[in-house]
T-cell receptor
Framework: SQTIHQWPATLVQPVGSPLSLECTVEGTSNPNLYWYRQAAGRGLQLLFYSVGIGQISSEVPQNLSASRPQDRQFILSSKKLLLSDSGFYLC????????????FGPGTRLTVT | AQSVTQLDSHVSVSEGTPVLLRCNYSSSYSPSLFWYVQHPNKGLQLLLKYTSAATLVKGINGFEAEFKKSETSFHLTKPSAHMSDAAEYFCVVIPSGNTGKLIFGQGTTLQVKP
């Protein structure tokens, strides 16, 4: 069966510090991968998605970037965090080649102080 | 353009009473629709999905939803609420073009009172 992992689970970082959040998927090959952000009391905002290694699409201009160095690894990064980057970050995957339901990881709670 | 509207931001029910979470969609074609549930500080879990098969869809934990094209609705129901159902619920539509971009409703917080 497929599983999706995210780490860390929680993170507190000062403004201006770098960020690296990691997501890995097991049990499937060539998945579509997604990063979402969920601000307090709001819905989900799609940040990035990837249909293959090195292929990243950005949905909104922002202080963040994403990379996919391996087939089942998706990394969300920032060089300098802003207060507005605080939120709950969710990684998700779906079957490659189609976009039916997505399966979500447990999330990372990021607080920028 | 496709969109999805969850008509209630908060719903409060007593344990053992029925649950109704309302969702309307806008689409120029027959869409794929989902309901996800999110417990506090957790990821989203798929409850059920409609993909142009049977209009009454049964999901996990006793939830079901009915696709009504004439009303452009996909309301989520459960006959009897349990305390563990307290969570955030999202109605989601897959837009045409199939780029992997789900369209999420703003969510409905379900409160279950003892």
């Amino acid at each position: 069966s497929q599983t999706i992992h995210q780490w860390p689970a929680t993170l507190v970082q000062p403004v201006g510090s770098p960020l690296s959040l990691e997501c890995t998927v097991e049990g499937t090959s060539n998945p579509n991968l997604y990063w979402y952000r969920q601000a307090a009391g709001r819905g989900l905002q799609l940040l990035f998605y990837s249909v293959g290694i090195g292929q990243i699409s950005s949905e909104v201009p922002q202080n963040l970037s994403a990379s996919r160095p391996q087939d089942r690894q998706f990394i969300l990064s920032s060089k300098k965090l802003l207060l507005s980057d605080s939120g709950f970050y969710l990684c998700a995957w779906s079957v490659g080649g189609q976009s039916y339901e997505q399966y979500f990881g447990p999330g990372t709670r990021l607080t920028v102080t | 353009a496709q969109s999805v509207t969850q008509l209630d931001s908060h719903v409060s029910v007593s344990e053992g009473t029925p649950v109704l979470l309302r969702c309307n969609y806008s689409s120029s074609y027959s869409p794929s629709l989902f309901w996800y549930v999110q417990h506090p500080n957790k990821g989203l879990q798929l409850l059920l999905k409609y993909t142009s098969a049977a209009t009454l869809v049964k999901g996990i934990n006793g939830f079901e939803a009915e696709f009504k094209k004439s009303e452009t609705s996909f309301h989520l129901t459960k006959p009897s609420a349990h305390m563990s159902d307290a969570a955030e619920y999202f109605c989601v539509v897959i837009p045409s073009g199939n780029t992997g971009k789900l369209i999420f409703g703003q969510g409905t917080t379900l409160q279950v009172k003892p």
